[in-house]
């Protein structure tokens, strides 16, 4: 699959713009911050697979579309007067999450957690935790307004240190849907 792996990321670069930030697909103006995080995670472990297969060129030039999108989400996306990422980018401006409102917006500021765009000791990770936290108390017990279980906020939950929610959920999730099926 190493060929099909390597079209993904072909695919990913090609939709890069100038701001490093990545394309939703050929021809749309529209930026999503999970996206880019999720396509800089991939990037990331692809390089690092090159890398091992000898590839180091490859692996480079991969590791710096990472780097570039990583770039883009910091430099474009992050608004320091409001302390937050915007999780939308199109024609139409920048979309920043609304107070209380799951998804997109506190869910898709976690993906800079678990997918390793900010590390967890970053004041800005730890900032993102604080204040999902704040907004979504009872996530651990599926307490939101959303019916998918959003597995990744118990991801996100481990890399930054909150292993006890993280173990709630995965009690809530085993309750709600291994044993009531």
């Known amino acids: 699959n190493l060929d099909d792996i390597n079209l993904v990321a072909q695919v990913i670069a090609s939709l890069q713009d100038k701001d490093g930030l990545v394309f939703v697909k050929p021809g749309s103006r529209t930026k999503y911050l999970m996206d880019n995080a999720e396509n ?49 980018l199109s024609p139409f401006g920048k979309r920043f999450p609304k107070k209380g409102k799951w998804y997109p917006d506190g869910v898709s500021q976690l993906y800079l957690v678990t997918c390793g765009v ?25 307490e939101k307004r959303d019916r998918f279980p959003w597995s990744s906020v118990a991801i996100a939950s481990i890399i930054m240190g909150d292993r006890g929610k ?9 309750e709600t849907f291994l044993l009531n099926n």
């Open 40 to 88: 800089y995670r991939g990037l990331i472990d692809w390089s690092n697979i090159l890398e091992k297969l000898g590839n180091s060129s490859l692996a480079a030039y991969y590791r710096n579309v990472a780097q570039r999108i990583r770039n883009g989400i910091a430099q474009t996306l992050y608004d320091g007067e409001r302390e937050t990422f915007a999780w939308s």
């Open 166 to 174: 993280a173990v709630q959920f995965a009690q809530w999730a085993e």
């Open 118 to 142: 900010l590390p967890p000791e970053d004041p800005k990770a730890i900032k993102v935790w604080e204040e999902f936290n704040s907004q979504f108390p009872g996530w651990e017990f599926g």
